[in-house]
């Protein structure tokens, strides 16, 4: 039982930095999580037991398995094993948790060309390309970047990415909500 009771003196501590780090606050918390404040304030200073009740809308809200808020004992390898998805014959391997924020991917798509299919939702998107061509339709836009080159867009204007060949393309893209904008600055020629 004692090794059960110091497992769980450390959940307190372990929660409160992981919202500092990410930035939340208890009533934002609460509000995604349906705990009361108070109830949030008593776990992370540990005078509140936390329960699977209480830690599975947490780990859910903060993205992260429910192992990382009650220290399981860490393995040997360190490397992070992210879940890739598969849809539409493209593989996306998502490379950041950050609920609410901008979220990072890999995408992997196999060569071959398809047509268009333009597609609207609430958002912004950053693509950078590296390595093949990436075609991008961007209402009546058409454009096509290189290994290097980087767009960005309102996911709310009608769009859509694909191969712009036969072979393979690599891209990072950064999703973010409607509003953020990033800003690159460049050397002039």
Same mark, same amino acid.
């Not at 593989?91 to 924020?101: E, F, V």
């Given at each position: 039982?004692?090794?059960?009771?110091?497992?769980?003196?450390?959940?307190?501590?372990?929660l409160r930095?992981?919202? @500092?780090?990410? #930035?939340?606050?208890? $009533? #934002?918390? %609460?509000?995604?999580? #349906?705990?009361?404040? /108070?109830?949030? %304030?008593?776990?992370?200073?540990?005078?509140?037991?936390?329960?699977?009740? !209480?830690?599975?809308?947490?780990?859910?809200? *903060?993205?992260?398995?429910?192992?990382?808020?009650?220290?399981?004992?860490c393995t040997?390898? !360190?490397?992070? *094993?992210? @879940?890739?998805?598969?849809?539409d014959g493209?593989?996306?391997?998502?490379? /950041?948790?950050?609920?609410?924020?901008?979220?990072?991917?890999? *995408?992997?798509?196999?060569?071959?060309?398809?047509?268009?299919?333009?597609?609207?939702?609430? #958002?912004?998107?950053? !693509?950078?390309?590296?390595?093949?061509?990436?075609?991008?339709?961007?209402?009546?836009?058409?454009?096509?970047?290189? $290994?290097?080159?980087?767009?960005?867009?309102?996911?709310?204007?009608? *769009?859509?990415?694909?191969?712009?060949? %036969?072979?393979?393309?690599?891209?990072?893209? !950064?999703?973010?909500?409607?509003?953020?904008?990033?800003?690159?600055?460049?050397?002039?020629?």
């Amino acid at each position: 039982m004692d090794e059960f009771d110091e497992v769980l003196t450390t959940v307190g501590p372990r929660l409160r930095a992981l919202r @500092k780090q990410r #930035g939340a606050t208890l $009533a #934002g918390l %609460s509000e995604a999580t #349906g705990i009361s404040v /108070s109830t949030l %304030s008593r776990l992370e200073s540990g005078s509140r037991k936390p329960s699977l009740e !209480l830690l599975l809308p947490l780990a859910r809200a *903060h993205q992260v398995p429910l192992d990382e808020l009650v220290g399981a004992p860490c393995t040997s390898d !360190l490397r992070v *094993h992210g @879940k890739p998805i598969t849809r539409d014959g493209m593989t996306i391997i998502p490379l /950041s948790r950050n609920p609410g924020g901008v979220q990072a991917f890999k *995408h992997i798509m196999p060569g071959g060309r398809t047509e268009p299919e333009l597609r609207t939702h609430e #958002g912004y998107e950053w !693509l950078y390309v590296l390595s093949g061509r990436l075609r991008i339709v961007l209402g009546q836009q058409d454009t096509v970047l290189r $290994a290097g080159e980087a767009a960005e867009f309102d996911t709310r204007n009608p *769009h859509w990415f694909g191969n712009a060949d %036969s072979r393979p393309v690599e891209f990072l893209s !950064l999703f973010g909500p409607q509003g953020e904008r990033i800003h690159v600055r460049t050397k002039s020629r």
